[in-house]
């Protein structure tokens, strides 16, 4: 059974950070594209950042030079580094899997707010 579990979401002020990790089970983590997804309330769902399997990186323009994907293949596990965090940021974060077919997690709340 395959599992993806985001967490480290939370309440956070204007200008701070947040780490958000996706711990997975039940595939070859390795070989897998790992994304972080975002969706805000009345919006459609919005890629923020992917790393490949030989972890080359891509970003939204929104969050480059702000957020940084990376991957611990020994622990199965993306993370997604949140520094300079704006208002505008606030939504739901889900990662995704993909090799030959896409896996999502259920997603972790991001609020961004003084």
């Known amino acids: 059974q395959v599992q993806l579990v985001e967490s480290g979401g939370g309440l956070v002020q204007p200008g701070g950070s947040l780490r958000l990790s996706c711990a997975t089970s039940?595939?070859?983590?390795?070989?897998?594209?790992m994304s972080w997804y975002r969706q805000a309330p009345g919006k459609q769902r919005e890629s923020v950042a992917t790393?490949?399997?030989?972890?080359?990186?891509a970003y939204a323009d929104s969050v480059k030079g702000r957020f940084t994907i990376s991957r611990d293949n020994a622990k199965n596990t993306v993370y997604l580094q949140m520094n300079s965090l704006k208002p505008e940021d606030t939504a739901v974060y889900y990662c995704?899997?993909?090799?030959?077919?896409?896996?999502w997690g259920q997603g972790t709340q991001v609020t961004v707010s003084s």
């Open positions: 039940g595939i070859n983590f390795s070989i897998y594209a």
């Open positions: 995704k899997a993909l090799y030959a077919r896409a896996y």
């Open positions: 790393i490949t399997s030989s972890s080359n990186t």
